[in-house]
């Protein structure tokens, strides 16, 4: 098995794109590199981004972008001239536009379009090129009914959008079938936590009830369109709460024929052992069809799960060194692909070990490629998913759309990922060697 994983792993390793081929490659990357060699810098380049939305001229996003820089004791050249120009109104107005334009194009490579109709056409290409998409609508927790009713729109209305166009594309075997089924084209993955108000850990009834009004019509329309539905798992307070609202709804009799439905499952979770096992105990037990997907995910909490924990005096509920996370993502990949069947696994890594690992124990188990979906993130793992598809694996994007207000905690969040200096696509910018990067955790 360990030969084949690191026969695998060399061999997705020796497709990846050359780093100045790559279209996604541009000036925002010198940013990442500057700011994962600086925690200083870093977190004032990370606090600008945040801010941004608010600023209402280019002055103003110039001031603020001044006001975080003179906290940093050792900024790099590019830095200082941009200190020295904001002195004069003229200057700021042109660091301004310099600093929004690079901020809309830092958030243009995580993010596909504003509107799920904007989004047609990049995924339309993404297709083309090999790879499916689940395309996920930005915004946070709500905080009204309203806000929870507008989400459930757009998400009904990104539903139709993509059914509509879907038919168009051109055939992807692929990406269409495994042994258990079609595959939707149609794939939109929606909150929970935006779809109520009232999810909260000392009420989840209520919160459930709430969000089932309005996740029923959703699974509804996406059977009827045959489309995928995919429901995200969040922080680990709404972790039961959500997992007993899918299982209820699924178990609805109108419900047992489809649509396909998946849910998340986070490996940086203490408990994701116990909770993978009460997912395949129901999959297993459940005459529903097809079969549920689980995507499976490091996680990207880890830092509020923390900090709440330890400002209560608990056990963080996570994993709090890398190496537990990847020995727990692998442990739970191979639960995930044993109960191949009964679910479809779909591993969400951009760790060159934690794919090859998936890939190697499903041919050791006797599963085919195309029976295990592999997926990344836009703008994180593009080069990757290029890799992947050139070995002919189902490759899926996970793919953010929504306005620069609604994206930017998830473009800081992406951003803090892409730079921390324990990442795996950190390591691979070094030029750590593949047999570091491949290395057991």
Known sequence: MEHELQRVGRAIHAALPGRGHHPLRALDQRAMELAAGDQELR???????????ACRSLEDLARHLADYLHEVDERPPPLQAAMRVSGTRAGRTALGAAAAAGVRHMAHRFIVGETPAAAV????????????????????????????????????????TLA?????????????ADSHGRVPRVNLSVKVSALTPLLRPDAPEVGREDAARRMRPLLQRARD??????IDMESVNTLEATTDLVFELLDEPELSDGPSTGIVMQAYLRESGEQLERVIDWARASDRRPPLVVRLVKGAYWDHEVVEARQHGWTPPVWEEKAESDRSFEALTRMLVDARGHVRPAIASHNLRSVAHAIAYNRATGGRDADLELQVLRGLGDEL?????????????????????AGMAYLVRRLLENTSNESFLGDQQRGVPIDELLAAP
Do not use: N, Q
């Open 43 to 53: 977190a004032a380049l990370f606090r600008f981004v945040d801010v941004t939305p």
């Open 121 to 160: 056409k990049p995924i339309r290409r993404l297709w083309e090129h090999g790879a499916a998409v689940s395309l996920d609508l930005l915004g946070e927790a709500t905080v009204t009914e309203a806000e929870a009713d507008r989400y459930a729109a757009r998400c009904r209305e990104a539903l139709d």
């Open 164 to 176: 509509e166009a879907a038919p168009a594309w051109p055939g992807r075997p692929v990406l269409e």
């Open 225 to 230: 369109l045959g489309a995928h539905l995919h």
């Open 385 to 405: 998913a290029a890799a992947l598809v050139a070995h002919d694996m189902r490759v899926r994007i996970y793919c953010p759309v929504g306005d620069m207000v």
